[in-house]
């Protein structure tokens, strides 16, 4: 009896023990996957950033674009700094900055997708 219950304690014990072992397991893949990534970061691709910019243009690539309701002009972003660009949309997707359509624009974007596209934009000439 006595032998019986220590054994179901133990197996317990070790049950709870085991979906914890897997998720240090995860995190450290994880980290494993995310650290090349960011290394990856330093420099925009513009090419690439053209054909994830498509969607931006819809409003940014309107010269004296208002939207129609609410009432507000979309800011020109073509030749900005790239830095600038960077920074403005981190802040969009981490909500530092406000403004629901641009939140919404941001957090759809990856770290290399703002790289990217702030590269393209940049190299746009501001005409
Ligand atoms: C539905 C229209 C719309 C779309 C689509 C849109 N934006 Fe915007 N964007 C705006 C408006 C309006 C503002 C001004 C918001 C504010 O006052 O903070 C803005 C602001 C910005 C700013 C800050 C500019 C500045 O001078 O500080 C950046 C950078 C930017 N958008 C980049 C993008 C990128 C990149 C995309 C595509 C992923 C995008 N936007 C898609 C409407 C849009």
Avoid at 28 to 47: Q, W
Avoid at 91 to 102: D, E, G, I, N
Avoid at 115 to 125: S, T, V
Wanted: glycine residues 8%; hydrophobic residues 45%; aromatic residues 6%.
């Amino acid at each position: 009896m006595n032998v019986t219950l220590k054994t179901v304690a133990r197996s317990g014990a070790s049950n709870i023990s085991l979906p914890s072992k897997l998720g240090l397991a995860l995190l450290g893949l994880m980290a494993c996957l995310v650290l090349p990534a960011s290394v990856a970061l330093a420099e925009g691709d513009a090419g690439a950033g053209g054909d994830k910019a498509y969607t931006c243009l819809g409003c940014h690539g309107v010269k004296h674009y208002v939207n129609t309701y609410p009432t507000y002009h979309v800011p020109r972003i073509a030749g900005q700094h790239e830095a600038y660009l960077v920074a403005a949309l981190q802040a969009y997707r981490s909500k530092t900055r406000s403004h629901p359509t641009m939140q919404a624009n941001a957090a759809l974007l990856s770290d290399q997708d703002i790289q990217d596209i702030a590269a393209w934009f940049a190299a746009q000439g501001a005409e």
